[in-house]
């Protein structure tokens, strides 16, 4: 298949479920379509094979720092903390804090708006991208998708003005979209927060956890992913009534991690953390904390931007944050980092078994790459490739 669209994307599984072909193409010929798997769709009649949408890739071009071989990329400082406010820090994935950012932004930055995500109040396997402008529209939006979003079908969707101040919440490589995005000429310029991102499962496995306990998906109106303490709960809700609920733990490890929910872009992907982001906030998995708190937040300051915005949200009391060093986070993030340390070894084993990958410049370092993990990571690799074709067979079924 020529790269002269999307669609070479999507066939090749290295599509982040960002949404920007969508927003970006200047034929309107990109639909994102489908009933519970969502998926960037080429109308033929409309495309001209410009190739805007496919040059703007961050799943094909993505973005590296350059000069930075540091695990975490820039970082102007870091912290760990809550938010001020009980309900959020309760009702939140952990610590509350992008909430509570979101809330400062308006309040005491006057933005126009924040592009945010929040589950359909039409199709529980469906996600809104919203232009929040209130704090009550914020509290709406609380909370992890452990599903595709597309979130950057916003910057078509929501009209948004030139001249305006935006925020925007995403994945990392929503925010690589985002940087894109300013760069074709838009207009519009965004200050960037950052969701720290182990993969994002396919919204097959949320179906999975309703059928797996007996749950009518079409009587369920609302679901959770987290909140209610932390690490939290998956709950689904019928009539403001709990019908479901699992500890998040649990649906993770059982469901969310299963191989045929997993996106191969994900496995290849460099950046975990937002390194593009002006802010980046992610889960504070230490020791001291689990078990013994209603959720902790790791949260990095990578712009001048962010550290002001920080710096203003702990003087007014927005949220509470200490300082610490990058080993604290690093130690936070173990897991997800190693995602990052290993990836030209997997990037090479892709390319072993025929697979497409991420074009990006990547060496090899004996001090990051565990040469030990290779018989895993091609087992990985090579379940992914099958898994993808009964992936297709399932989104083939549904149309």
């Given at each position: 298949m020529k790269k002269n669209n999307i669609s070479y994307v999507v066939a090749n599984d290295l599509c982040t479920t960002c949404g920007l072909c969508y927003?970006?193409?200047?034929?309107?010929?990109?639909?994102?379509?489908?009933?519970?798997?969502?998926?960037?769709?080429?109308?033929?009649d409309k495309c001209t094979d410009c190739k805007?949408?496919?040059?703007?890739?961050?799943?094909?071009?993505?973005?590296?720092?350059?000069?930075?071989?540091?695990?975490?990329?820039?970082?102007?400082?870091?912290?760990?903390?809550?938010?001020?406010?009980?309900?959020?820090?309760?009702?939140?994935?952990?610590?509350?804090?992008?909430?509570?950012?979101?809330?400062?932004?308006?309040k005491e930055f006057n933005f126009d708006g924040v592009v945010c995500v929040r589950q359909s109040r039409d199709n529980i396997f469906s996600n809104d991208v919203i232009l929040a402008s209130s704090r009550e529209d914020i509290l709406t939006?609380?909370?992890?998708?452990?599903?595709?979003?597309?979130?950057?079908?916003?910057?078509?969707?929501?009209?948004?003005?030139k001249g305006k101040k935006y925020a925007?919440?995403?994945?990392?490589?929503?925010?690589?979209?985002?940087?894109?995005?300013?760069?074709?000429?838009?207009?519009?310029?965004f200050f960037t927060i950052a969701i720290f991102c182990a993969h994002t499962p396919s919204m097959y496995?949320?179906?999975?956890?309703?059928?797996?306990?007996?749950i009518n998906a079409g009587n369920v109106d609302k679901i959770e992913y987290r909140g209610n303490g932390w690490p939290g709960f998956f709950t689904a809700y019928a009539k403001n009534k709990i019908v479901f609920q699992k500890t998040y733990s649990d649906v993770w490890r059982d469901v969310f991690c299963k191989v045929k929910y997993q996106n191969k872009r994900c496995v290849l992907c460099h950046d975990c953390t937002g390194e593009s982001a002006d802010i980046s906030v992610g889960d504070a998995w230490l020791d001291e904390y689990m078990g013994k708190s209603t959720g902790h937040s790791v949260v990095i300051a990578r712009t001048a931007d962010g550290e002001?915005?920080?710096?203003?949200?702990?003087?007014?009391?927005?949220?509470?944050l200490d300082e610490v060093g990058e080993a604290k986070v690093i130690q936070s993030q173990q897991s997800l980092l190693d995602k990052k340390r290993?990836?030209?070894?997997?990037?090479?084993?892709?390319?072993?078994?025929?697979?497409?990958?991420?074009?990006?410049?990547?060496?090899?370092?004996?001090?990051?790459?565990?040469?030990?993990?290779?018989?895993?990571f091609l087992k990985l690799l090579l379940l992914i490739k099958i898994m993808r074709m009964v992936r297709k067979k399932w989104r083939d079924a549904e149309r």
């Open positions: 927003s970006i193409c200047p034929e309107d010929a990109i639909e994102i379509t489908g009933h519970i798997e969502k998926t960037p769709r080429v109308m033929d805007v949408c496919i040059k703007n890739c961050p799943g094909l071009h993505p973005i590296t720092i350059s000069g930075k071989n540091t695990l975490l990329a820039d970082c102007r400082s870091c912290y760990v903390g809550y938010s001020s406010d009980d309900n959020i820090r309760f009702s939140s994935a952990s610590g509350g804090i992008v909430t509570a950012l979101n809330i400062l932004l308006l939006a609380r909370g992890s998708r452990y599903a595709p979003v597309y979130a950057c079908r916003g910057m078509k969707d929501l009209s948004l003005g925007f919440v995403g994945k990392p490589c929503d925010i690589q979209a985002v940087r894109r995005y300013e760069k074709s000429n838009r207009g519009a310029e496995a949320t179906n999975q956890i309703l059928e797996d306990n007996g002001k915005i920080i710096q203003h949200g702990i003087n007014k009391k927005y949220f509470c290993n990836i030209y070894i997997k990037n090479m084993l892709s390319r072993m078994i025929a697979e497409k990958v991420p074009e990006e410049k990547l060496s090899f370092s004996r001090h990051s790459n565990d040469v030990r993990r290779i018989p895993g």
